[in-house]
């Protein structure tokens, strides 16, 4: 059987002072069939790894085969959030240059952090300064920006979900409420009308519920217990919710429901996984399945063709939805 070709590539990005470049190594993972798309994944990996530790080489070959795009990597030393974004803004250069004009953004750990303030950063104006030290280029912002009727480098480029695995809402043992990393968070849940409006405009014959975002969370991950996880989850998604019903669900036709975000569609939690998304050897289901597992839950939301878009989520009922809310007023 074929597999997704990998190929070693340098991501050029600013440097610490004005005027720096950086040059790192990076990757781009192909579909083993060579068939062209214009989404691509940007795929972060955590701090003290590189572009292919952890389930980084696996991720990426999951990805391009069963999305069918390329997926882009780039190898990042320090867990600095400036020098992480100025290395992301370089990987998604790199990315246009390939043709890609819609990103899903997908991060593990710390690399998930990034990934929330990078898609804040580039689908809501008012982030574009939140990192002074790491703003995008105008030349980048301009590709992002909508309301640009003419762009000399290309088309224009959005922003169609964000993936995180193993967010680490908190350092291991430390729950209480000020230790809880929740501002990217915020941030990315703001900006998802935003960005579903964007990519309503680039795709308006197709239903645009939200765009996706999904975390993949260990069942045994020190990072994110599962109480608070739920708790604050719930939290943000019932935030995005009351903006999101102020939209309309389509531009031009009538019958599609209000978009809206349900816990089921976004969370999935894998069984007996850990921060690294490994289970123990004595599990029923091994490790590569179980990733699998959590892999195939990610692909179900995302568009496997140009123009395509996911259709339209039963999501849960009313009365549950309703509960549910309920349940996050009294905690």
Request: hydrophobic share 35%; with cysteine.
């Amino acid at each position: 059987a074929r597999m997704a070709k990998t190929v070693e590539i340098e991501v050029v990005c600013a440097g610490k002072k004005p005027g720096e470049t950086v040059t790192l190594p990076g990757a781009v993972t192909s579909p083993s069939d060579g068939r062209a798309s214009d989404t691509g994944v940007i795929l972060l990996h955590g701090a003290g790894g590189d572009l292919h530790g952890g389930h980084m080489n696996t991720t990426a070959a999951y990805f391009a085969d069963h999305l069918g795009t390329p997926v882009f990597r780039v190898t990042m030393k320090s867990p600095d959030v400036n020098y992480r974004l100025r290395a992301a803004h370089g990987l998604i250069s790199v990315a246009l240059s390939h043709g890609v004009s819609r990103f899903i953004l997908a991060g593990q750990s710390n690399g998930a952090r990034v990934c929330c303030n990078l898609f804040s950063q580039l689908v809501d104006n008012e982030n574009h300064d939140a990192f002074p030290k790491a703003r995008p280029s105008a030349e980048l912002l301009e590709r992002f920006d909508e309301t640009k009727t003419t762009i000399e480098n290309g088309s224009p480029a959005r922003v169609s979900g964000l993936v995180l695995f193993s967010y680490p809402l908190h350092a291991p043992g430390k729950t209480s409420e000020r230790d809880l990393r929740r501002d990217e968070l915020e941030r990315a849940f703001d900006a998802a009308p935003k960005a579903r409006d964007h990519l309503r405009q680039m795709v308006p014959d197709h239903f645009h519920p939200v765009v996706p975002i999904k975390f993949i969370r260990g069942e045994r991950d020190a990072f994110a217990n599962a109480v608070l996880f739920d708790i604050h989850v719930k939290r943000l998604i019932k935030r995005v919710n009351a903006k999101l019903k102020t939209l309309e669900g389509h531009p031009d036709r009538k019958g599609f429901p209000k978009p809206q975000y349900c816990t089921d569609d976004v969370v999935y939690v894998m069984p007996g996984g850990d921060h690294g998304l490994s289970v123990q050897k004595s599990a029923a289901v091994g490790t590569d399945e179980a990733r699998e597992k959590a892999l195939a839950f990610v692909c179900r939301s995302f568009p496997t063709s140009e123009g395509a878009a996911p259709p339209p989520p039963k999501g849960k009922g009313k009365r549950a939805r309703e509960e549910e809310e309920e349940a996050v007023d009294h905690n």
